[in-house]
């Protein structure tokens, strides 16, 4: 499984961005797909995700009410609505996808490349 993420930038706090992943395929091996982010001198960490099978989402406590998560079944795309952006959600995030639902970096099973969201203050 390919993972091809777009999307991010820059944005004064406040502001808006939006993130989009495409996977080349999807199987029972990325029914689950997500995003984690990683800013300087941090460790890499859970940011949200989603099960293609039920549309349950995940979201970890600093992004809730303030990010979405979404799926496109039919272009196999996963998209990240970033809202009421803080500085500290400046980092790169990576759109990841796993077998089963998971938050530890060290268990997802494919990445994509990472983008880089930063938000000014």
């Given amino acids: ?22 996977a080349s395929t999807r199987t029972f091996s990325n029914n689950f797909m997500g995003w984690f982010r990683q ?47 803080k500085p500290e959600d400046t980092a790169v995030y990576y759109c990841t996808a796993s077998a089963e639902v998971l938050t530890s970096p060290s268990a997802m099973r494919f990445w994509g490349k990472g983008t880089q969201v930063t938000v000014s203050s």
């Fill in 1 to 22: 499984v390919q993972l091809q993420a777009s999307g991010g930038g820059l944005v004064q706090a406040g502001g808006s961005l939006r993130l989009s992943c495409a």
């Fill in 39 to 85: 800013a300087p001198g941090k460790e890499r960490e859970f940011v949200t995700g989603i099960a293609w099978s039920s549309g349950n989402s995940l979201y970890a406590d600093s992004v809730k009410g303030r990010f979405t998560i979404s799926r496109d079944n039919a272009n196999n795309t996963v998209c990240l609505q970033m809202n009421s952006l």
